[in-house]
């Protein structure tokens, strides 16, 4: 099972900001953001990127490669 969800989930809770606030910086429907929480749909290559810029942290961070 990939990682992804869960480190995407940390993220959020220490980011202090809202799911509604994420998605609109993002530019993403909450759809999306909920269908990545859950495991339910993985980003693309891009959206991975822009996660990973967004919250600071490394494309790898966030499918587990590196803590």
């Known amino acids: 099972m990939s990682?992804?969800?869960q480190k995407l989930q940390?993220?959020?809770?220490?980011?202090n900001k809202?799911?509604?606030?994420?998605c609109k910086d993002l530019g993403i429907r909450k759809q999306k953001?909920?269908?990545w929480k859950t495991g339910?749909?993985?980003?693309?290559?891009e959206e991975l990127a822009m996660i990973a810029k967004y919250f600071g942290v490394t494309s790898d961070y966030l499918?587990?490669?590196?803590?």
Do not use: H, R
Not at 18 to 22: A, D, G, H
């Open 40 to 45: 339910y749909n993985e980003p693309s290559i």
């Open 3 to 5: 990682v992804f969800p």
């Open 63 to 67: 499918i587990g490669l590196e803590d």
């Open 18 to 22: 809202t799911q509604n606030e994420i």
């Open 33 to 35: 953001l909920s269908k």
């Open 10 to 15: 940390k993220l959020i809770e220490d980011s």
